[in-house]
């Protein structure tokens, strides 16, 4: 399904075939927000990108995406910190003792990557995350989410649309069409990406044994 199909069956509804008082940019810019909602909260726009580290340098450009869920340096999963780990970590407190080693954590700041400790060598820092979605202005253009998301984006247009008309019972309705897709979807992803369904491990750091206690 691309934009066009959906602004055929959006203005179809609309009953206005061709742009008069809702214009094509005007729902192109519905479009997007559905679907920047439904990369925010279903995280479905995955993607992955890399870049090589620098020996002694400590900080890299953050790449474009919504949400990191996994980073990765020398094929090692990362440990997220904020600053208060970080300055722990450093001592900074202390008077400061910057380490140079084999990089056990990371920590994001505006649109940089920090890694600690900093990489005593070069290699590959793999991102795992949530893509920012592709703009979408014109009939031929692809929609970012999964193809099971599609027939939702015309809910959320519809029900802005009819805002803009002051229609109070069609924008309600198509509203409530748009709530109940996004827990549909929500579902589905949840499912699909077998997201913690048992609760069997809940954080990295309660892998625990019987015999060695918290390893």
């Not at 069609?170 to 827990?183: G, H, L």
Request: aromatic share 16%; charged share 20%; with cysteine.
């Amino acid at each position: 399904m691309t934009a066009g199909d959906v602004l055929t069956s959006v203005r179809s509804q609309l009953y206005e075939p061709t742009a008069t008082f809702w214009a094509d940019s005007e729902l192109y810019g519905y479009m997007n927000q559905a679907e920047q909602e439904i990369a925010l909260n279903i995280k479905c726009t995955q993607c992955q990108t890399s870049t090589t580290t620098v020996t002694a340098q400590s900080m890299y450009t953050r790449p474009a995406m919504y949400y990191i869920d996994r980073l990765t340096w020398d094929k090692v999963k990362l440990k997220k910190i904020d600053f208060t780990d970080y300055d722990a970590l450093q001592r900074v407190a202390y008077g400061g003792l910057y380490t140079i080693g084999r990089s056990m954590h990371y920590y994001e700041y505006n649109d940089q990557i920090g890694l600690w400790p900093i990489p005593a060598y070069s290699a590959t820092i793999d991102v795992y995350g949530v893509a920012i979605p592709a703009t979408i202005n014109t009939t031929t253009a692809a929609f970012t989410v999964p193809v099971y998301f599609h027939n939702m984006i015309q809910d959320y247009v519809l029900y802005r649309a009819f805002a803009k008309d002051q229609n109070e019972n069609q924008s309600k309705f198509f509203k409530q069409q748009w709530d109940q897709d996004m827990v549909r979807a929500y579902t589905y992803w949840r499912h699909k990406t077998n997201d913690d369904l048992y609760q069997v491990v809940k954080e990295e750091d309660s892998y625990r044994n019987v015999e060695l206690g918290i390893i």
